[in-house]
């Protein structure tokens, strides 16, 4: 398991990428481009969460599988939301 | 059958049940009958009295598990199993939340600008505290992991403390202003979306709240070792969840 050390990195990571979220949010170019780096860094951010608070880069593989199938469920029903919106559904 | 007995010792809990049929209850009494809501929520309410009560008891904590009920993940606490089991129910939950609101405001011609309705600074800030919180309580489980009582006590404290602040300036500040301002519920989607999806996470941040509560009180009481902290550990595992959530609902809402 990590030390305080890693905890405290990560918080400060979790905290700069926050900030760089607002700043990116300001900065000139295409607005859908700009959206897409806020929710990459928004992912980043849960994931770095999911691993190293929730500890799940120190847990067993199958533990994860059960929050991993649902992001999976929640991601194909996304898809086939878009896909309907897109057939104008 | 006789080399299985240490194992059908344990002490084994009908209360998810009761608490599964309480909040039901409570849900259909929300929609047709408020006597009906009140009721659901004293089911529920006793049912997590009678859980802290075991908990505090440390009934769960002698529960052993046959290999077969084990498997395959016979290295987790049947604990920590059950808690990623309720996690991935309440991702699918929120997931779906989300992929409503994106769906909707895809599908909508018009959207206010969200740093024109919401104030960027005050969801940054709950930003901050909100992940502040998630440093308490893994602290707080490494403290006690090593034998340190008073880091889970002040590590258990502040996650409180910060926690209560994110709720304090959520439906203190924030949703006080945007009501004044003519952005309510009944505003159009964009009000409605925001409400819904900031106050399920509010109600979530505020069970989380009820959950380190009990914690504490059971900190402050000695409950807690170097060997036995598992509530410590499970109920963080919930409160990053409701981190990760916020991680989507801020940017979602506040600056995209």
């Known amino acids: 398991m990590p030390g305080i050390k890693t905890y405290v990195g990560i918080w400060l990571g979790l905290v700069v990428a926050t900030i760089m979220e607002v700043v990116t949010r300001s900065l000139p170019g295409a607005v859908s481009l700009l959206a897409l780096t806020i929710l990459l860094i928004s992912s980043a951010k849960a994931i770095f969460i999911a691993l190293y608070y929730q500890h799940l880069r120190f847990e067993s593989w199958r533990l994860a599988v059960l929050p991993i199938a649902a992001i999976v469920g929640i991601a194909l029903l996304a898809i086939s939301s878009a896909f309907s919106m897109a057939m104008g559904g | ?256």
């Open chain 2, 1 to 256: 059958m006789t080399g299985n007995n240490e194992h059908s010792e344990g002490k084994h809990s009908f209360m998810p049940i009761v608490i599964s049929v309480g909040v039901s209850i409570l849900l259909l009494g929300l929609i047709i009958y408020i006597p009906l809501f009140v009721a659901g929520l004293i089911i529920t309410a006793v049912a997590l009295l009678k859980v802290f009560k075991d908990g505090f008891e440390e009934k769960f904590s002698k529960s052993k598990e046959t290999p077969e009920e084990a498997w395959p993940l016979e290295q987790q606490g049947k604990e920590k199993i059950g808690v990623w089991v309720f996690l991935t129910s309440e991702i699918l939950i929120f997931g779906s939340l989300i992929s409503a609101y994106v769906y909707v405001r895809l599908g909508s011609s018009s959207w206010p600008i969200a740093s024109q309705t919401h104030n960027v600074i005050l969801g940054m800030i709950n930003t901050i505290i909100l992940l502040t919180s998630s440093l308490s309580i893994v602290l707080a489980l490494y403290f006690i992991r090593a034998g340190n009582t008073t880091g889970l006590k002040v590590g258990l404290t502040s996650a409180f403390a910060l926690g209560s602040a994110f709720l304090v300036i959520k439906l203190g500040f924030e949703w006080p202003e945007l009501i004044r301002k003519g952005f309510t519920i009944n505003s159009g989607l964009p009000g409605s979306t925001y409400y819904v999806l900031t106050g399920v996470h509010a109600v979530h941040l505020a069970a989380g709240l009820v959950a380190v509560g009990y914690l504490m009180l059971r900190a402050f009481n000695g409950g807690f070792n170097s060997s036995k902290h598992s509530g410590v550990e499970n109920v963080g595992l919930y409160w990053h969840f409701v981190d990760i959530v916020w991680m989507f609902l801020f940017p979602l809402f506040y600056l995209i």
